[in-house]
């Protein structure tokens, strides 16, 4: 009877650890501050609401879309219940992000996860592009996340935590042909990842990369159904990847190992 009895304290005992260290893993994750640029559609709209289902406040941007990225602040606070703010602004323009930190600062005292999301793109010959595209492409893909990095790393650094992730692309890698400025921005997004990360490892920060293959968003939405079929079957996994995915691992980078800094992670159903 008392092993009895002692095997049920102990029990209790050890549930009470799991549930009490859960509820500290929560306190730690909870609450975080999150800036995800290019937040109004696509993966960064989906990266947004995954972390307001975390319970997280969140900074969300776009360049044009003003009232869908105010719809889209109205959606997250009514169904999470969470602090947002929405910007609209030039990503590119240092001077934007500048003024963008300063009301981020004032609201909430800085950044714990940055999620560099915002980029576009241009198809075409390198022959055909001007030095205004190639420009354009280069400030919002690439010029952007020195600025939105370079001032959320002070926070970062002063609470000796904090998370950076980039979206990138698998073109970053291998390389596309027609998409040679697009290419060159998220090959210089890799390599930013991992000098970055070497950098900020002493402070307890960590920067990684997600390598994107196609996902199911709008800017894919060039392709016809049957070229959609056929690069679907190009895919070991037999289908494009969804925004959904793409943030569900955003979430588990900005979460999960400290460890695991400068990787650039691919996912892409085995594509490439």
Known sequence: MENKIFHTQDLCLRTNLRCAKNSARMEIFMNRTVLVTGASRGIGRAIASAFAAEGDRLIITCSRSEQELLNFKKELEETFHTEVLASVGDISSFEYVEQLFEQITERFGGVDVLINNAGISYIGLLTDMSIDDWNRIVSTNLTSIFSTSRLA????????????????????????????????????????????????????????????????????????????????????????????????????????????????????????
């Not at 997600?210 to 996994?237: H, K, W, Y």
């Open 153 to 272: 790393i002070p926070h970062m650094v002063h609470e000796k935590k904090g998370k950076i992730i980039n979206i990138s692309s698998v073109w970053g890698i291998a390389g596309a042909s027609c998409e040679v400025a697009y290419s060159a921005c998220k090959g210089g997004i890799n390599s930013f990842t991992k000098a970055l990360a070497k950098e900020l490892a002493p402070s307890n920060i960590q920067v990684n990369a997600i390598a994107c293959g196609v996902i199911d968003t709008q800017m894919n939405a060039c392709f016809s159904e049957e070229e959609r079929a056929e690069l679907a079957d190009e895919i070991p996994a037999g289908r494009f990847g969804t925004p959904e995915e793409t943030a569900h691992l955003a979430v588990q980078l900005a979460t999960g190992n400290e460890y695991l800094t400068g990787q650039i992670i691919t996912l892409d159903g085995g594509w490439l």
